[in-house]
């Protein structure tokens, strides 16, 4: 319940549609309910009267005037109903001058004025003799304008008409609980009709955030869609083909590029190698090799924006690290420095070990570039499914926690020669695997980048 509530209060259009679809509903019981009570209304005064009359033309109908004066005489049933000691039906004969001729149950005062030629009859009496509300009405019992004797008759409210009335009153009264939990039920079925209507938007909406760069070829479905809906998603599938277009034509260029420039870049280097007697020469390499590493970044980019992981694929993050080290144990030696592994394996993830090898092998260059001469670099596995990389050097900069990882970005362009594409590389490749590159700083060490994965899902017991 509190979950329906609170999908009522949300902005989407379901709750929308909900909300309003409710409004209607209440608005129209409340409707119904008014013109219930009026008509309830009408009704019990018309039948109310209808049964004073009557009760007045009996009466009227057992009176004989005579010399001596007024007499009545009642039939059994009629006597019985006048003579009940609750005393819920009263009858006076009075003259036109309002004296009482006689009455049920010694009755010496009139109920009510006689009316006057013209005006309305009937009459009520909120509380006669303690014994509550009652109805009556002055019938003549003559013709003409100055009839020459009256009738006047009333009701208690133990009378059957008006205890249907009462019935019909408590109902109203005690039948909320029912009128509610209609109200509910109809609020319900509305809700589940506004939700089962929308349910192709809802599942459009699941389809469209499952597409994404590495799988642009998906599109919406377009069969069974109600026409208000079609030309959106018509118009959603003619967009993503025009964006797979471009972001394969970007792929295919930074392939191209990388490939075409890598081949005349080895020979150049290969010649100019063979020119030793040339001042130049040094430099020149120097710049050719900048090169060379500008392309292969740009090849193992594109490599990473192509990456589709299978779905069991596996790779243990401690072989993966240890692999790491090895790789790059030479280079840190030559430059004066070292590499620590720590953290015990094995560490399966869900991931290609050669693209989580790349990342890694990225932040562990970017740490020995940052590290100085005598000082290692260590690479921790673990806690959970998760690397980190501290180097030795001054750590990350004010302000540059969001922009390392931006394509070409170096934070010091004098620490290495790199392209300043290894932590945007290493970012995608954890992007792709699900996880992310988290920045940090180890207390007198250096900065420190954790590479973290989704934990590898358990099989289910059989």
């Known amino acids: 319940m509190n979950r329906m509530f609170r999908a009522l209060g949300s902005n989407s259009l379901e709750a929308r549609l909900n909300r309003r679809m409710i409004a209607i509903v209440l608005l129209v019981f409340a409707f119904l309910l008014l013109i219930l009570k009026v008509q309830y209304e009408a009704e019990r005064d018309t039948l109310r009267d209808r049964s004073l009359l009557a009760q007045a033309a009996d009466v009227a109908a057992h009176v004989t005037v005579t010399g001596d004066g007024v007499s009545l005489s009642l039939p059994p ?3 019985d109903a ?3 000691p609750d005393r819920q039906f009263v009858y006076l004969i ?15 005062a009139l109920l009510a004025p006689l009316p006057e030629a013209g005006s309305d009859p009937y009459f009520s009496l909120p509380d006669l003799a303690g014994r509550g509300t009652y109805y009556g009405v002055t019938a003549s019992l003559g013709r003409g304008e100055t009839p020459a004797l009256y009738v006047q008759v009333a009701q208690g409210s133990l009378h059957e008409d008006v205890l ?30 506004v939700r089962q ?7 459009l909406s699941h389809l469209a955030r499952r597409i994404g760069p590495a799988n642009l070829d998906r ?15 018509q118009s959603v599938n003619r967009s993503l083909d025009r964006i797979e277009e471009g972001y394969r ?15 005349p870049l080895a020979v150049l280097k290969a010649n100019i190698e063979t020119m030793s007697g040339l001042e130049e020469v040094p430099q020149l390499l120097q710049e050719l090799g900048g090169l060379e590493r500008l392309v292969t970044q740009l090849l193992r980019l594109s490599q990473a924006d192509n990456l589709v992981l299978q779905p069991g694929e596996t790779a243990d993050l401690h072989d993966v690290a240890r692999a790491v080290a090895e790789q790059l144990a030479p280079l840190a030696l030559a430059a004066g420095k070292s590499i620590a592994l720590s953290g015990d394996g094995p560490l399966p993830v869900h991931g290609n070990a050669d693209f989580l090898g790349l990342a890694l092998r990225n932040l562990a260059e970017n740490a020995l570039a940052h590290t100085p001469r005598g000082e290692a670099v260590e690479i921790r596995v673990g806690p959970g499914p998760a690397v980190t990389v501290i180097d030795r050097g001054p750590g990350l900069q004010p302000g540059e926690e969001g922009r390392i990882f931006e394509r070409f970005f170096r934070g010091r362009g004098d620490a290495y020669a790199g392209a300043g594409l290894g932590l945007s590389i290493a970012r995608r490749i954890a992007v792709i695997h699900g996880g992310s590159i988290e920045t940090g700083q180890e207390g007198g060490k250096g900065a420190a980048f954790t590479l973290r994965l989704p934990e590898l899902p358990q099989p289910r017991p059989l």
Do not use: C, K, M
């Open 82 to 84: 006048y003579d009940r």
């Open 249 to 263: 034509r970007e792929r295919d260029f930074t392939a191209n590029a990388a490939h075409e420039l890598r081949t």
């Open 219 to 233: 599109r919406l479905p377009e069969e069974g869609l109600p026409l208000e809906i079609l030309p959106l998603v």
């Open 164 to 193: 249907a009335d009462s019935l019909v009153e408590e109902f109203l009264e005690r039948s909320w609980h029912f009128l509610l939990l209609f109200g509910i039920g109809v609020i319900t079925v509305t809700v589940w009709t």
């Open 77 to 79: 049933n009629l006597d």
């Open 94 to 108: 009075v003259d036109r001058e309002g004296r009482v001729l006689t009455s049920s149950h010694g009755q010496q």
């Open 197 to 203: 209507s929308l349910a192709p938007v809802t599942a």
